[in-house]
């Protein structure tokens, strides 16, 4: 059976955060509040998140400046963010949230429908990566047992591709974003379905490398 995720919804109203429960609700996973950026930060402390949805115009430390606590930290660097605000999105902020590594806009009152989708993309890739490292473990355990070292030769040729990889990516993300006043839908969709792939990558090759930490 596959383990539910946990999915952080970070908003200072909770009549925001009660929206945001009844869109997801459906998803059956595991929806985790947070009032305030501080609170959010204690919660990744401690919980792997699949994805947080993280409102942008909060008091004291806004959502930019917590995106930017989230990443760096190793543990949760790569957890996927969704900005949540109720104005309307200029060039200005959409550098700075692609510089905190957001992947997402959404502008309030959202459509429930779109924010689920969303929701359920990052949650499928969470499960999938979890079963990945399963995967991969027992291919290192196998590598180990016929080679007596974990395919330390393979495992460095692959990385060497998914660094690469990565490396166009990012190039192809900041495209899209100096797109963003003309969206183009179809580069949008097949950027998120290449990020997918090279993510199912970067973690294959990492437990490759050896257990984590």
Same mark, same amino acid.
């Given at each position: 059976?596959? @383990?539910?995720?946990? $999915? &952080?919804?970070?908003?200072?109203?909770?009549?925001? &955060?009660?929206? !945001?429960?009844?869109? +997801?609700?459906?998803?059956?996973?595991?929806?985790?509040?947070?009032?305030?950026?501080?609170?959010? &930060?204690?919660?990744? +402390?401690? /919980?792997?998140?699949?994805?947080?949805?993280?409102?942008?115009?909060?008091?004291?430390?806004?959502?930019?400046?917590?995106?930017?606590?989230?990443?760096? %930290?190793?543990?949760?660097?790569?957890?996927? $963010?969704?900005?949540?605000?109720?104005?309307?999105?200029?060039?200005?902020?959409?550098?700075?949230?692609?510089?905190?590594?957001?992947v997402?806009? &959404? $502008?309030?009152?959202?459509?429930?429908?779109?924010? %689920?989708?969303?929701?359920?993309?990052?949650?499928?890739l969470? @499960?999938?990566?979890?079963?990945?490292?399963?995967?991969?473990?027992? !291919?290192?355990?196998?590598?180990?047992?016929?080679?007596?070292?974990?395919?330390? !030769?393979?495992?460095?040729?692959?990385?060497?591709?998914?660094?690469?990889?990565?490396?166009?990516?990012?190039?192809?993300?900041?495209?899209v974003?100096?797109?963003?006043?003309e969206?183009?839908?179809?580069?949008?969709?097949?950027?998120?379905?290449?990020?997918?792939?090279?993510?199912?990558?970067?973690t294959?090759?990492? /437990?490759?490398?050896?257990?984590?930490?």
């Amino acid at each position: 059976m596959t @383990q539910k995720a946990n $999915i &952080l919804l970070v908003d200072d109203r909770d009549e925001n &955060l009660i929206a !945001l429960e009844a869109a +997801l609700t459906s998803l059956d996973q595991n929806l985790v509040r947070a009032n305030s950026g501080e609170e959010a &930060l204690k919660h990744l +402390l401690g /919980t792997d998140f699949a994805v947080i949805l993280l409102d942008v115009i909060m008091p004291g430390m806004d959502g930019y400046e917590t995106a930017a606590h989230i990443k760096q %930290r190793e543990k949760t660097k790569d957890v996927p $963010i969704i900005f949540l605000t109720a104005q309307e999105v200029d060039r200005h902020q959409v550098f700075r949230g692609y510089s905190s590594r957001a992947v997402d806009f &959404l $502008i309030k009152p959202f459509d429930p429908w779109v924010l %689920r989708s969303k929701v359920e993309v990052f949650v499928e890739l969470h @499960q999938l990566k979890a079963q990945m490292r399963e995967q991969a473990r027992s !291919l290192q355990r196998v590598l180990s047992q016929e080679t007596g070292e974990p395919g330390k !030769l393979l495992a460095e040729q692959l990385s060497q591709r998914s660094r690469q990889v990565q490396t166009d990516l990012t190039a192809l993300r900041e495209h899209v974003v100096d797109k963003y006043q003309e969206i183009d839908q179809p580069l949008v969709d097949a950027v998120r379905r290449v990020d997918r792939s090279a993510s199912r990558l970067s973690t294959l090759v990492d /437990t490759l490398h050896g257990p984590d930490e």
